[in-house]
Each structure stands twice: as C-alpha cells, then as structure tokens.
C-alpha cells in the first residue's frame, strides 16, 4: 500500500482547479445573494405575520452543541510504506480530530502529527469491509493480486479497527487496543462527525438558510434535483463537496491509469492523490467565501432597511403573482400528485414518523430515569460532594455519548427502510435524514434537562430535609416530563414535515419541468421576489397540504396546541406530580 503519486498536484493542476473554484463562487454566489434576499423576506414575514404558535415549553438549553472530548493511545497505519504505529489521539468538544506523537507531546502543547475535522468522514469498525471498500474503489482488472499479499492490513489483522472513510479524503486507519476502547471511540468519533456535518443544519440563521437554499436551487438548475448528503458540513466544505462531485470523473479518467501500483496499493495513492484535490478546492472555497463576507454582510443589513417597510406590499405582489402561477400549474400538478406522489406519501410519512417517535420515547425514558436516580440519591442522604458529582453527571447527559447511544439508535434502526421508501424520488439524503433525528432527540434532551435543574433550584431550600427534597424533585420531573411530551409532539410534526418536503419537493419540480421565466425579479431593486421563486413557493404550499393533512392522520391529532404548562403555579410542594 505504499504506492503514491510522484507529484499528487502540479502548478498547472494547482493553477486549473483554482479557475474551477473561480468558476463554481462566480456561478453560485448570484443565487446565494438572491436567495438571502428571499430569506430576510421570509424572516421578516414571520416575524410580523406568525402563522402559528411557536412557543415551546422546556426552557432552551444555553450550551452549544458539542462533542465530550476523548483521548487515549491507538495505533496509526501511516508512513510511506505504511506501517502501524503508537499515536496518542485526542477528539475535541468541536468535532476535530487530533494526533500527537506521544501523550506528552500533547500535555506539553506540542505541534500535532496531524488534524482534521470529521465533516463527511464514514466510519468502519470492520477490517473486512474497509478491504472490500477499497476493492471498490480501483477495481484490478488484470486479475493479479500478487503484489496485495504484502498489503500491512493483510499482513497484520487488526482486532479493533477505527477506519475513517472520506468520499474526496485520505482514509485514517486507527486500531485500538480493547474492544472497549474501540466502542469508546466508535460513540466519541460518531459524534464528531454528526456535529460537524449538521452545523448549518442546525442554525436558524438567514444566512445558514439561504446557503442551502442557494446549493439546492444551484444544482437543480444544474439538473440535480434530489436532495442528499453533499450539505454535510459548513459553507466551504459544501461548496468543495459540490464541486469534487462535478470534477471526480474526469479527475479519475485522467490520473488513476497513471497511478502505479494494483489493487488496494492503487486505491491508497488514489485517496491520497483526491486528498490532494480536496484540499486544493477547500482552500480556494473558504477564501472565496471569506472575501464575500462584507459583502454578505453589507446586504444582509441593507435588506433589513429597505425590506422591512415594504414588506406589506411585497407580501401582496408575491400573492398576486402567485395567484396567477397557481391557476396555470394547478391541472398538471394534481396529475402529478395523484400519480407519482399520494400513494407513497402515506408509507413514507409513518416511517419517518416511527423513526422519530422512538427516538423521542428514548428520550422520555433516559431523561425519566435519569431524575428517579437523582431522587434516590437525596433519600439516600449523599455527601455534599457525592451529589454535587451526581447533578454534574445528570446535567452532562445529552453529551454523553454511551447514554444518548440508546436515542441515537433508534434513528440509525431505519436508515435501510427510509432509504429504499427515499430512493425512488432520487432522495439520497439518508445520511442527513438520520442525523437531524439525532439532533433532534440531543437538543430536546438538553432543555429537559436544562429545564429540570432549573425548576429544581428554585423549589429546593436548604430549609427541607432529604425526603421532602426528593418528593420536590418527583413533582419537578413529573411537571419536566409533560413538558417534554408537548414539546416532542410539537418537534415531531416540525421534523418529518420538513424531511417530506426534503423527498418530495425537488421530484415534484422535476417532474414538472420548470419553465423558464421572463423578467425575473420582481421587486425593483431587491431580489427578495422572483417569478421563480414564486412558482416554487405555489408547488410548495400544495404540498405542504398534502402533507399536513398525512400527519393529521398518522399523529391522530387536531390542530388545537397543546395545553401549556404553566410555571407560575402554586408552589410545588402544595401540588400533585
């Protein structure tokens, strides 16, 4: 496996694939300024003309989301030839992966051997199938294997391999020395890599949203209309994605024959040649995106200023045109609807609406078992110091990552059958799909928690003995607990409703085949309007109807809101759980 590229990029090849990402930001950045007009638009709109109740219960968990920060001993396969050899690796609470030469050289503030951030990294536990993957990926068509023979991971099995695989990246094989420590690692490199592909995912800012939006529209006008996995990760590590997905091909074509070695010598110079490119491309991306960033800015605020005032009037125009696309597409997208979309939506409704629940009835139950352990505890009269620690561990629960592994799971359980429901509307998102449950059930579990210590402190005196303190925390948790349910109920709906939109949207627009539009903008001097736009946003509402009326059915509720659990009660030792 120690067969490489002589040069993996020379000056010309360095010098074409920063024209390529002149190409991609001059391309993509036009959408992305028109889709953040859209997205203050919308922002704005909500803001004035809330269409519904919004209001959660539990109390918003104020720690950002991050990974428990790991550490220990493992082997590295590294070196030209590659060899195993001892690293000590440390994982941040950032999801980036870190190695050092000896654990001192980590205690002393040393320069690392290497880092990376774990953003679309796939990780196997299986020697097995790393071999076969990298059969995969340069298959030998002379049919001669000999020179595989000498391969280290042949020659030395591993028993506890770590080994993350990256579509564009050089492969990092580790191997632990227990099978506990290799679980360890699994559950803490797991998370690493959730948190890093769901950062813009998870931000509800205008930007964060007008960027995906920005990628989707992009690549559909570009002819790729499903939705997947190439949103994982920040602005620039999209935008790579984006582009090494155009350029593989013909990067394959070109340089793989020249590659010396066969078999899995030539897929190791291949990942190591791609990890060459990637990070050619990702330099080129973040510099590009750093430059846009005044400008970003400058227009974020000026479509504050002159949005805002307007936005009454925009809210009519937008009507109006929309009123006139609706009467012109409303035949074909019935037909569309009817024929490719309402029997499937059901089935692929109740699955995602399963995965969901389970993930949160996990919650419910970790979270209901984690106060009855507390509650125990003050009847057992702890030391100070013993139920300092025991708070401590409950408050660090949705960052434990063996713990949250019983959530976690749950939504893992269905990647195989929401995939194949998926597949047929060109939805390759599975990956996404699974990590936005897991999101999902780890912020919900972060403001029960959140929510429990803080109803607690302001009900727990030190004027109660232990058993009056423990009956405190029963009917705080009881109250938590109602909480949470409303709140999941609520979070559920959000979440399968937005993946529904995920699978059937863009197919939907496919199959329409979008016209082309005349005299686009709409708006004079903002992009926030656009036919385009508008016409999206009709086939949207359709089938956003069709979708509600789905989860009506498979939750089995009205659309009257939860009851609110208020609060400002009587005290909590007057009350019943």
């Given at each position: 496996?120690?067969?490489?590229?002589?040069?993996?990029?020379?000056?010309?090849?360095?010098?074409?694939?920063?024209?390529?990402?002149?190409?991609?930001l001059?391309?993509?950045?036009?959408?992305?300024r028109?889709?953040?007009a859209?997205?203050?638009?919308?922002?704005?709109?909500?803001?004035?003309?809330?269409?519904?109740?919004?209001?959660?219960q539990?109390f918003?968990?104020?720690?950002l989301?991050?990974?428990?920060e790991?550490r220990?001993a493992?082997?590295q396969?590294?070196?030209?030839?590659?060899r195993?050899q001892?690293?000590?690796?440390?994982?941040?609470g950032d999801?980036?992966?870190?190695?050092f030469?000896?654990?001192?050289?980590f205690?002393?503030?040393?320069?690392v051997?290497?880092?990376?951030?774990?953003t679309?990294?796939t990780?196997?536990?299986?020697?097995?199938?790393?071999?076969r993957?990298?059969?995969a990926?340069?298959?030998?068509?002379?049919?001669?294997?000999?020179?595989?023979?000498?391969?280290?991971?042949?020659?030395?099995?591993?028993s506890?391999?770590?080994?993350?695989q990256?579509?564009?990246?050089?492969?990092?094989?580790?191997?632990?020395?227990?099978?506990?420590?290799?679980?360890a690692?699994?559950?803490?490199?797991q998370?690493?890599i959730?948190?890093r592909g769901?950062?813009?995912q998870?931000?509800?800012a205008?930007?964060?949203?007008?960027f995906?939006d920005?990628?989707?529209?992009?690549?559909?006008?570009?002819?790729?209309?499903?939705?997947?996995?190439?949103?994982?990760?920040?602005?620039?590590?999209?935008?790579?994605?984006?582009?090494?997905r155009?350029?593989?091909?013909a990067?394959?074509?070109?340089?793989?024959?020249?590659l010396?070695?066969a078999g899995?010598?030539?897929?190791?110079?291949?990942?190591?040649?791609?990890d060459?490119?990637y990070a050619a491309?990702?330099?080129?991306?973040?510099?590009?995106?750093r430059?846009?960033q005044?400008?970003k800015?400058?227009?974020?605020?000026?479509?504050?200023?002159?949005?805002r005032?307007?936005?009454?009037?925009?809210l009519?125009l937008?009507?109006?045109?929309?009123?006139r696309?609706?009467?012109?597409?409303q035949?074909?997208?019935?037909?569309?609807?009817?024929?490719?979309?309402?029997?499937q939506?059901?089935?692929v409704a109740?699955?995602?609406?399963?995965?969901?629940?389970?993930?949160?009835?996990?919650?419910?139950?970790?979270?209901?078992?984690?106060m009855?352990?507390?509650s125990?505890?003050?009847?057992?009269?702890?030391?100070?110091?013993?139920?300092?620690?025991e708070?401590?561990e409950?408050?660090?629960?949705?960052?434990?990552?063996?713990l949250?592994?019983k959530?976690?799971?749950?939504?893992?359980?269905?990647?195989g059958?929401?995939?194949?429901?998926?597949?047929?509307?060109?939805?390759l998102?599975?990956?996404?799909?699974v990590?936005?449950?897991?999101?999902?059930?780890?912020?919900?579990m972060?403001?029960?928690?959140a929510?429990?210590?803080?109803?607690?402190?302001?009900?727990l005196?030190?004027?109660?003995?232990?058993?009056?303190?423990?009956?405190?925390?029963g009917?705080?948790?009881?109250r938590?607990?109602?909480?949470?349910?409303?709140?999941?109920?609520?979070?559920?709906?959000?979440?399968?409703?937005?993946?529904?939109?995920?699978?059937?949207?863009?197919?939907?627009?496919?199959?329409?085949?979008?016209p082309?539009?005349?005299?686009?903008v709409?708006?004079?001097?903002?992009q926030?309007?656009?036919?385009?736009?508008?016409?999206?946003?009709?086939?949207?509402?359709?089938?956003?109807?069709k979708?509600?009326?789905?989860?009506?059915?498979?939750?089995?509720?009205?659309?009257?809101?939860?009851?609110?659990?208020?609060?400002?009660?009587?005290?909590?030792?007057?009350?019943?759980?």
């Open positions: 496996m120690g067969a490489r590229a002589s040069s993996p990029l020379d000056k010309q090849q360095q010098q074409q694939l920063k024209g390529e990402v002149d190409v991609l001059r391309n993509f950045l036009p959408c992305y028109q889709q953040l859209t997205s203050v638009l919308r922002q704005i709109s909500r803001e004035l003309h809330p269409q519904e109740p919004a209001e959660c539990l918003r968990s104020k720690k989301p991050r990974v428990r790991h220990g493992l082997m396969l590294q070196g030209h030839p590659p195993w001892p690293v000590f690796c440390v994982l941040r999801g980036r992966l870190e190695w030469r000896h654990k001192e050289d205690e002393n503030g040393a320069h051997l290497g880092s990376t951030a774990l679309g990294y990780l196997l536990t299986s020697q097995p199938e790393y071999l993957l990298l059969d990926l340069c298959p030998d068509s002379s049919g001669d294997h000999v020179q595989e023979e000498t391969d280290p991971l042949l020659e030395e099995p591993v506890f391999p770590l080994f993350l990256h579509p564009f990246r050089r492969h990092l094989c580790f191997s632990a020395a227990t099978r506990e420590a290799q679980r690692w699994r559950l803490a490199l998370g690493g959730r948190l769901t950062v813009l998870r931000s509800q205008p930007a964060a949203r007008a995906l920005a990628v989707r529209l992009y690549r559909q006008h570009r002819g790729h209309f499903g939705e997947d996995d190439v949103t994982l990760g920040s602005d620039a590590e999209v935008l790579s994605a984006v582009l090494l155009e350029l593989l091909p990067t394959r074509a070109q340089t793989l024959p020249a010396r070695g899995r010598a030539r897929a190791w110079a291949w990942t190591e040649l791609l060459a490119v491309v990702l330099a080129g991306a973040s510099a590009g995106l430059a846009f005044p400008e800015d400058e227009l974020l605020a000026s479509l504050e200023r002159t949005i005032p307007d936005v009454d009037q925009m009519q937008q009507e109006r045109v929309a009123g696309l609706r009467a012109d597409v035949a074909p997208l019935r037909s569309c609807l009817r024929r490719k979309v309402d029997m939506l059901s089935q109740q699955a995602l609406l399963s995965t969901v629940d389970a993930a949160l009835e996990a919650v419910r139950t970790l979270l209901a078992q984690g009855d352990r507390l125990r505890h003050l009847r057992g009269n702890p030391s100070g110091a013993r139920l300092r620690r708070v401590y409950f408050g660090e629960m949705p960052w434990d990552p063996e949250m592994q959530c976690y799971r749950e939504a893992e359980r269905s990647r059958s929401l995939a194949q429901l998926a597949a047929p509307f060109g939805f998102g599975t990956q996404s799909l990590f936005g449950v897991q999101d999902l059930a780890q912020q919900l972060a403001n029960a928690v929510t429990f210590l803080q109803l607690a402190d302001q009900c005196t030190t004027s109660l003995d232990c058993h009056q303190a423990a009956e405190q925390l009917r705080v948790g009881g938590v607990l109602k909480k949470l349910r409303s709140d999941s109920e609520s979070a559920q709906r959000r979440c399968v409703r937005g993946w529904l939109l995920c699978i059937f949207l863009p197919f939907v627009l496919s199959e329409l085949k979008l082309e539009f005349e005299g686009d709409l708006a004079v001097g903002s926030a309007l656009t036919t385009e736009g508008i016409y999206e946003g009709v086939i949207r509402g359709v089938l956003l109807q979708i509600d009326q789905e989860l009506k059915k498979g939750l089995g509720t009205s659309d009257t809101p939860c009851p609110h659990v208020d609060d400002s009660e009587a005290p909590l030792h007057q009350e019943g759980v």
